[in-house]
C-alpha cells in the first residue's frame, strides 16, 4: 500500500491518500482519545504520542498533531498505523450513523446546502477537511468546520471572504456566515 501525504493550509495538519476508501459515507471528525472508541483507526492513530485529532473522509484521512508534536518524528508512525489499519480488515468506523441534519428544509436551506456541497465541500475536501450545514436562522448560515479546517488560521478568512461572499451573492437572503462547534 502506498499512501500519499499532502500538506493543508493549516500547519498542525497533514491529509494522508491511502489510495483506497476510508469512509463509505459521510465524514467523521474525533477531537480526542475518548471520542474515537468506535473508530478501530482514529483509535489507532491517537495511540501515537503527540496525535491531537482526526478526521476520516471519503478518501482520505486528516491528522492534527499537538503544538510540541514535529511532523519528521510522527509522520513515519501515521503512516505505519494507517497501513496496519488497512491490513487488519478491521472497519474504519463501526455502527456508523448518519449525522442529523436540519430539520427546516425549506427552498432556501435547500439552495443554501446544494451550493455548500457543490462549491465548497469539494475546495475544502482538498485541503483536508470539510464544511457542513448545521443551520439558518434569521440571516446567518451556521456551519461546521472539521479536519484541517478546523483550527486553521485561514479559516475564518476563507469563511467571511469566501464562503459568505458567495452565498450572499447567489442568495441574497444571507446575511452572514458563522462557524458553530
Not at 89 to 115: C, H, N, R
Request: charged fraction near 20%.
Amino acid at each position: 500500500m502506498f499512501i500519499q501525504t499532502e500538506p493543508t493550509p493549516n500547519p498542525s495538519t497533514l491529509k494522508f491518500l491511502p489510495g483506497t476508501d476510508v469512509m463509505p459515507s459521510g465524514t467523521a471528525d474525533f477531537k480526542t482519545a475518548e471520542s474515537a472508541v468506535a473508530s478501530p483507526l482514529a483509535s489507532r492513530l491517537f495511540a501515537i504520542d503527540g496525535i491531537a485529532g482526526v478526521f476520516l473522509a471519503a478518501d482520505f484521512i486528516s491528522v492534527a498533531k499537538a503544538e510540541d508534536a514535529e511532523w519528521q518524528v510522527i509522520k513515519p508512525q501515521v503512516l505505519a498505523a494507517i497501513m496496519e489499519h488497512f491490513s487488519s480488515g478491521q472497519p474504519v468506523v463501526e455502527g456508523l450513523a448518519d449525522a442529523a441534519e436540519a430539520s427546516e428544509d425549506d427552498a432556501l436551506v435547500t439552495q443554501i446546502k446544494e451550493l455548500i456541497e457543490t462549491r465548497v465541500r469539494p475546495a475544502v475536501a482538498q485541503d483536508g477537511g470539510d464544511i457542513t450545514f448545521r443551520g439558518f436562522r434569521d440571516g446567518i448560515v451556521y456551519l461546521h468546520l472539521q479536519g484541517a479546517c478546523s483550527g486553521c488560521p485561514s479559516a475564518s478568512a476563507t469563511l467571511k471572504h469566501g464562503i459568505e461572499n458567495m452565498l450572499k451573492y447567489y442568495v441574497p437572503e444571507v446575511q452572514a456566515v458563522q462557524a458553530v462547534a
